[in-house]
């Protein structure tokens, strides 16, 4: 018989390795490092990790230690309600020559799953946490005022929580996202009835997808009933979710981390 296989999710690869998960993500994506897409996420095998041996180093002040540190200070700064700090460290993140998209996954988004834990085991408050969130909030609508990436806009992705999802906040970081590689991100926000979406959908000119964003406490329910809605509703649109839900239907794209949201758009856009 011959081997099995061992395949390795990319936060498995990134565990092992020490990396940091989007430096896997982009190796993977370059072609440095093989990978497999498996429902929409990619894979590597364990046999193929002895590749990154041969990878030439980040350039200096671009990788993840980097990024890591100031994610560390990002950190402190949304947890001691420091809202001019906070925008010190992203601004000087992206001035030393690091992307919109790598700050957001490198430094903000870590940072704010700290906060999640840190509330979560009891060391935080709930207005610590709410104030840290607010501050989020604040720095990504500071990031729309940078200069944006050149050229014709690649069309419009409809973002919205579904009905009684009061999270807004994973939606507007797909917002800035999006706009970081050159769409039109239309952010619904919150707490969306399905009409309401599909009608909005139904208004944009150059739609690419609807993105229905959602966390782990979603009710499963809320999330199957709005995909059902949402597919009747717009038969020829792509439809994302974010997280990886059963007894979703083939045609509907799992969204398996913030990556793995863009991931999916290039290849709907060059679709």
Sequence with gaps: ???????????????????????????????????????????????????????????????????GKRSGLFLQAIVAGDQPGSWSIINGALESGASVEDVICEVVVPALRSVGDEWAHGRLQIFEEHRATSIVVASLGRMQGLPQRRG?????????????????????????????????????????????????????????????????????????????????GLPSTPIMVGGVWPELPDSVLSINGFPSMLDQLEQLSAS
């Design 152 to 232: 014709r806009k690649r069309g419009t992705v409809l973002i919205a929580c579904p009905p009684n999802e009061t999270h807004g906040l994973p939606a507007a970081i797909c917002a800035e996202l999006i706009r970081s590689r050159g769409f039109n991100p239309f952010n619904l926000g919150a707490d969306n009835p399905i009409e309401t979406i599909i009608n909005a959908a139904a208004s944009t000119d150059e739609l690419v997808a609807v993105i229905l964003s959602t966390v782990s406490s979603t009710p499963q329910k809320v999330v199957v009933d709005s995909v059902e809605m949402l597919t009747k």
């Design 1 to 67: 018989m011959g081997e099995v296989k061992e395949m390795l999710s990319l936060n498995e690869v990134a565990e092992r390795l020490g990396l940091h998960y989007m430096t896997v993500y982009k190796y993977v994506r370059s072609g440095k490092l093989p990978g497999t897409k498996n429902n929409g996420s990619w894979e590597v095998a364990e046999k193929d990790l002895s590749t990154l041996s041969e990878l030439e180093p980040a350039p200096p002040g671009r990788g993840h230690r980097a990024l």
